[in-house]
């Protein structure tokens, strides 16, 4: 992904900052327990396609 993309995105929900985890092609919302999908290089900002995380996953997101 585009770094000047990522720096201007945001989540959808609370507008907070995203983590970019580029072997999972997902950008992740801490605070929400959310990861969005990047499907051909395009972020898929919706909530409805978003997964939600465990407390696992949350806390392995650096």
């Known amino acids: 992904m585009d ?3 990522l720096d ?4 959808p929900i609370c507008k ?4 970019h985890l580029r072997t ?3 950008l992740i919302c ?6 969005y ?3 051909e290089g395009i972020p898929i ?3 409805n396609e978003a ?4 407390s696992d996953e949350v806390e392995a997101v650096r």
């Open 3 to 5: 770094k000047k993309l």
């Open 8 to 11: 201007i995105l945001v989540c």
């Open 16 to 19: 907070g900052q995203l983590v």
């Open 24 to 26: 999972e092609n997902e």
């Open 30 to 35: 801490k605070f929400d327990r959310l990861a």
């Open 37 to 39: 999908p990047i499907k």
């Open 45 to 47: 900002m919706l909530e």
């Open 51 to 54: 997964r939600s995380l465990s």
